[in-house]
Nanobody
Framework: PLVESGGGLVQPGGSLRLSCAPS?????????IAWFRQAPGKEREGVSC????????KYADSVKGRFTITRDGPKNTVYLEMNSLKLEDTAVYYC????????????????WGRGTQVTVSS
């Protein structure tokens, strides 16, 4: 399992950095790590992903240019830097791990965190 942290309440235009770390003894560098989010009444959607083999990153169109996903190998942590936050970014954010390359489907990921709430409000 994974543990997310860093969520909170922020005003529109503000920034947050989310962290994802394993609660068990596995190495995130060996997995594709993705961030998903789920807003009330909506399906869980992919936000960003970083591959394990080549570090290639992917972003949803809605967050391109505003969010950045990075790995910190020594800290065994993956971050999601979120800038220029909008009201529609409000959701519970989850990180997930897959032994495969980055995929879009929720079912391709076999380890999940419990999520961290991000609320963008004025």
């Amino acid at each position: 399992p994974l543990v997310e942290s860093g969520g909170g309440l922020v005003q529109p235009g503000g920034s947050l950095r989310l962290s994802c770390a394993p609660s068990g003894g596995f190495t995130l560098d060996n997995y594709a790590i993705a961030w998903f989010r789920q807003a009330p009444g909506k399906e869980r959607e992919g936000v960003s992903c970083v591959d394990s083999s080549d570090g290639r990153t992917k972003y949803a169109d809605s967050v391109k240019g505003r969010f950045t996903i990075t790995r910190d190998g020594p800290k065994n942590t993956v971050y999601l830097e979120m800038n220029s936050l909008k009201l529609e970014d409000t959701a519970v954010y989850y990180c997930a791990a897959s032994p495969l390359r980055c995929r879009e489907r929720v079912t391709d990921y076999n380890s999940w965190g419990r999520g961290t709430q991000v609320t963008v409000s004025s």
